[in-house]
């Protein structure tokens, strides 16, 4: 063999390897032509173990001639080598394509309950006249539910306002009798004896009746009870207070009246009317035809009341509110059945 022939022999081992690498569709194919071709016993070795035959100065031409090929094979396996790594990539990025033109799964969004919507809206509604929230327990004492608001232990109210009793501790006296409390008004007696006047609070919360369960009265139901106590208060803020929170909850034309009613804790006491919601005062079955809806009791709290509170009546007025927090917003979101408040139906949540 000559140089001219050894010649033809590299360029055409040069030529089958890059169409070898060129079709090599794996990591493994381009190992095995990397070897086939490059190793310790490849074709190429193979090809110059020939140069034996020639003569001392045509040897190193020919070895000359062999660096460019091995080179040529290096480089186009190297880059084959990174073509079948991003062929690879892109056809993973293929195969795990999210297809994001699916419309995704709605979320359950969370929302105020009506009657939490409502109480914040009474307590905002007071609260720009200066009245805070405060707490007041469920389970109440007899005195403080009852007696301590002048209804004593025979008095016809509690008929009216029978509950449930928590068993009371061994040889208990009748007024420490606890009971789940009838109405939010204890909050009041508390309210006294905790501070002092001017007093302006809100008590909010969860009551208890023996009742007759019906769309209009639950056994559970929400009340918001709010007091002022101080020097010179009188019927006519109560009526401008309530006529101010009737006009920022039903609208600033609605009419209201007072009209004359009976508590034991206020004297006189008075039920606060507002223009019916539903026919504006014409008359309707929701107002049986009367044009007028009950939204709350009030009155000047009880001089007797004040006293049990602490405080002197002599000095000191007040006057005390308490409305069904269930029935402002059966009013407010037109709500025609009051168990639906606490049905826990959760497309109940979904109408606000
Ligand atoms: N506690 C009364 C009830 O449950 C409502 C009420 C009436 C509260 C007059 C008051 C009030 O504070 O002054 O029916």
Redesign the pocket.
């Known amino acids: 063999m000559d140089v001219a022939s050894f010649d033809t022999q590299l360029q055409a081992l040069r030529a089958r390897a890059i169409s070898a690498i060129a079709t090599a569709d794996s990591p493994a194919a381009l190992d095995a032509i990397e070897s086939g071709m490059l190793g310790r016993k490849g074709e190429l070795r193979g090809l110059l173990g020939g140069i034996g035959a020639l003569s001392a100065e045509d040897r190193p031409k020919v070895g000359a001639m062999a660096n460019p090929v091995r080179e040529a094979i290096e480089s186009a396996l190297a880059e084959r080598r990174v073509g079948l790594e991003s062929e690879a990539l892109e056809a993973r990025l293929t195969a795990e394509a999210e297809d994001m033109t699916l419309p995704g799964r709605p979320r359950w969004r969370g929302s105020l309950h009506p009657l939490r919507e409502t109480e914040a809206e009474i307590a905002r509604i007071f609260g720009q006249f200066g009245f805070v929230v405060v707490e007041s327990p469920e389970v109440e004492s007899d005195e403080l539910n009852f007696g301590a608001l002048n209804i004593p232990a025979d008095h016809p109210a509690r008929d009216l306002w029978d509950t449930i009793y928590v068993q009371p501790a061994e040889g208990a006296e009748r007024d420490d009798r606890l009971l789940l409390r009838?109405?939010t008004?204890p909050g009041?007696i508390r309210a006294m004896r905790d501070s002092s006047p001017p007093i302006r609070v809100l008590t909010p919360g969860r009551c208890y009746r023996y009742e007759a369960v019906d769309a209009s009265h639950g056994f559970e139901f929400f009340?918001m009870?709010g007091l002022m106590v101080d020097e010179g208060t009188s019927m006519a803020h109560l009526r401008g207070l309530l006529d101010s929170f009737a006009h920022a909850m039903f609208g600033a034309h609605r009419a209201t009246r007072f009209r004359p009613g009976y508590?034991p804790?206020?004297e006189p006491?008075v039920a606060f009317d507002i223009g019916c919601v539903v026919c504006e005062g014409a008359g309707c079955p929701a107002c049986k035809r009367t044009g007028w809806m009950t939204i709350l009791?009030?009155?000047m709290v009880h001089p007797v009341v004040l006293r049990n509170g602490g405080i002197d009546p002599e000095r000191y007025q007040g006057f005390?509110?308490?409305m069904g927090t269930d029935r402002i917003a059966m009013l407010r979101y037109a709500i025609t059945d009051i168990r639906a408040f606490l049905a826990n139906d959760m497309r109940f949540l979904e109408r606000l």
Do not use: K
């Open positions: 009838t109405h008004s009041q009340q009870e508590y804790f206020t006491s009791g009030a009155g005390a509110f308490g």
